[in-house]
């Protein structure tokens, strides 16, 4: 994994053990690789799935996207990518930690011995830093990471998502998957450096995290989970009251942020029931009779702020499908 230079000892030293020897209690490393046909995925890999819910979305991807993936682990989802695209170093993932590059490594020729489909130099394997990728402006249309970003203070966190905007494409797109907390975090845990190392004590909340997305120029968010991810007790924590982590997945396009904010689907939808065919908000939104429309949540505010009786528009449920206002 990729680690920020402030906890660069600590946090190398926990992801070299984790390469080393699969660690259970990191991350959400029982959760098991979803079915793909004709993908055997090695058991060593499922043992090292470092991860809180996934990126690879298997409706988005084509042949001919060119993917980085930073942070590898033990390559499972960097082989998931490699599935859909089966070219020559189409994946690039880039790590910090040399024992889990050699891993990652060993675990490729493992998977191509399961799979006739697979070659290892699909996967391209570079030593690099996330706050300083080796990779070229504008060079790949889908840029990855999985419980990587909650590691970093503000300022990294910061850098990193500028580093992942500058990499892709103009509509490119950045595949996310983070805890988030329900509360804030005291300052005795943000400042642990193993806890934040092991994914525990870096989460911001929900609206923050979001924010510091649109703030490095992701003009469109989708939020595509939510759920539960761990809870950080009273008990064990010193902590007033136990605290939520929530694991989330959001997939952020690089282009323009409109003058009146960023589009940001959370799963709200609106139904017109009225007498006309259609209705027009006048902000280019046109609703059809008794046809459910995704909307964004700043679309679905200012339609609420109507206050129709024709209108109705659904709570967020934080699971997107795709389609929509925007």
Not at 195 to 218: N, P, T
Request: proline share 5%.
């Amino acid at each position: 994994m990729i680690l920020p230079m402030s906890y660069i000892d600590t946090a190398h030293e926990l992801y070299k053990k984790a390469a080393l020897s699969p660690q259970v209690s990191l991350c959400c490393v029982t959760n098991k690789a979803r079915y793909l046909q004709e993908l055997v995925v090695p058991g060593v890999m499922e043992e090292m799935n470092y991860g809180c819910g996934t990126t690879v979305h298997f409706g988005d991807l084509n042949p001919q996207e060119n993917i980085l993936y930073i942070g590898v682990g033990g390559g499972l989802e960097a082989l998931q990518f490699a599935y859909f695209t089966r070219r020559l170093q189409a994946v690039t993932a880039v790590d910090k930690v040399p024992e889990m590059l050699a891993k990652a490594a060993d675990n490729f020729k493992l998977a191509a011995e399961l799979n006739n489909w697979f070659q290892p130099n699909f996967i391209k394997l570079i030593q690099g830093d996330a706050l300083n990728l080796p990779v070229e402006d504008k060079s790949v249309d889908v840029a990855a990471q999985n419980c990587l970003f909650n590691i970093f203070e503000e300022d990294d966190l910061n850098k990193a998502l500028s580093e992942m905007h500058r990499v892709l494409k103009p509509g490119g797109r950045l595949y996310i998957s983070d805890p988030i907390a329900i509360n804030p975090i005291p300052e005795h845990l943000r400042k642990d450096e193993r806890l934040r190392a092991m994914c525990l004590s870096g989460a911001l909340m929900y609206q923050e995290y979001v924010d510091k997305i649109v703030s490095a120029g992701f003009g469109t968010i989708e939020i595509r989970a939510r759920r539960p991810y761990r809870i950080l007790d009273k008990q064990c924590y010193a902590l007033a009251k136990d605290i939520l982590l929530e694991s989330i997945e959001l997939v952020a396009y690089k282009n323009p942020i409109p003058a009146d904010g960023a589009c940001v689907f959370i799963g709200e939808t609106v139904i017109y029931f009225g007498t006309e065919e259609t209705f027009d908000d006048g902000k280019g939104h046109l609703v059809q009779r008794d046809i459910p429309l995704p909307v964004c949540h700043k679309t679905a505010g200012n339609l609420r702020a109507l206050n129709r009786n024709d209108l109705f528009i659904t709570e967020p449920t934080y699971h997107y499908n795709g389609g929509g206002c925007c």
